[in-house]
């Protein structure tokens, strides 16, 4: 495990769209841009249940999170990290999700969208200034 | 090959950061910030000799290109290819980079540092509005 820098907590803390990376079946990558916050010194996500990456997770749970600082786009950190997969306490991240990034709660979904939260342990930060 | 839609056009056409996505030789994802431009439905982008993107790609070369909306981060664009490298040009190559993003040629380098031309053929796009 690797602990967060100010700089990571600070991309974290922020509206700031991550770039997510998984690994998809035939072992090339897969990116989709994500919301994401923090738990201490853990990023967390959430997605769809069925989605590929919800999939490539479930399979090989070895991810790359990269935070581009909006105002400086030269400045910016990857977070590389092992993500464990959960379904309760889904809404209420999807909330928080929503009220940082659009400042309002998630809109109500049908009952067989199922979120699954993404907790990713940090195993290597790079960061680049 | 895919061709590039109208929206990738235009992202790889502004000055946006986009995040580049290889594998790393343990088969995990590695993510960085790139500056990006096209040369008709291929994307281009230009890196050092002997960095970890590099070597991977010379390994595996299965490439993801992900470019967010900066005016809109749910509006996004995934482009995935395979690059060929080379090196011949890559000095203009960067000029051109750096005029489209810092708005000034880019600065001169130590002739150790070996500029390498990433040129990537669209396999698969697919975009999130």
Same mark, same amino acid.
């Given at each position: ?19 997510? @990376? ?17 738990? @201490? ?31 400086? @786009? ?28 659009? @400042? ?26």
């Amino acid at each position: 495990m690797s602990a967060l820098t100010d700089k990571a907590k600070a991309l974290l803390d922020a509206p700031v769209f991550a770039a997510f @990376g998984t690994i998809n079946p035939d072992g090339a990558p897969q990116l989709s841009t994500m919301w994401v916050t923090r738990d @201490g010194d853990d990023v967390l996500a959430c997605t769809l249940r069925g989605r590929q990456k919800e999939r490539n997770l479930r399979r090989d749970n070895r991810v790359s999170v990269l935070l581009t600082d909006p105002d400086d @786009g030269e400045s910016h950190v990857e977070i590389r990290g092992t993500a464990t997969l959960s379904e309760s306490g889904a809404r209420e991240l999807m909330d928080d999700l929503s009220q940082k990034y659009r @400042g309002t709660p998630f809109p109500e979904e049908p009952a067989d969208r199922i979120r699954v939260i993404v907790r990713i342990t940090p195993t290597k930060l790079t960061e680049h200034n």
